[in-house]
């Protein structure tokens, strides 16, 4: 399984951004997508997972009101749509792919490369 994220770049404070994970190779075996951050001299963090039918999502509590996590089967794609984005939100952000819904790195196999979000003041 190949995760190539993609979306990220410089917003102002209360600004949107929607980030995208596209993936390749054997994705029928990885059920399940998510996405983590990661802000500099901290720890990687959950995000928002979903199942690639897209019936089933978590979010963690702290962002679950400003976070929107998709996908489409079609591309093979699964995205994250960021708002009301604030200075914390700054870290790169990573996609990774695992085979159940988990809220820890280390559970996941595959990840992609990150992308950079920068949220000024």
């Known amino acids: 399984v190949q995760l190539q994220a993609f979306g990220g770049g410089l917003v102002q404070a209360e600004g949107s951004l929607r980030l995208s994970c596209a993936a390749s190779g054997r994705t029928l075996s990885m059920a399940v997508m998510g996405w983590f951050r990661q802000a500099p001299g901290k720890d990687r963090e959950f995000v928002a997972a979903?199942?690639?039918?897209?019936?089933?999502?978590r979010k963690t509590d702290s962002l679950k009101d400003r976070v929107t996590i998709s996908v489409d089967n079609a591309k093979n794609t699964v995205y994250l749509q960021m708002n009301s984005l604030k200075p914390e939100d700054t870290a790169v952000y990573y996609c990774?792919?695992?085979?159940?819904?988990?809220?820890?790195?280390?559970?996941?196999?595959?990840w992609g490369q990150g992308t950079q979000v920068t949220v000024s003041s």
């Open positions: 979903i199942n690639w039918s897209g019936s089933n999502t």
């Open positions: 990774a792919a695992g085979v159940d819904f988990h809220a820890t790195p280390q559970r996941y196999d595959h």
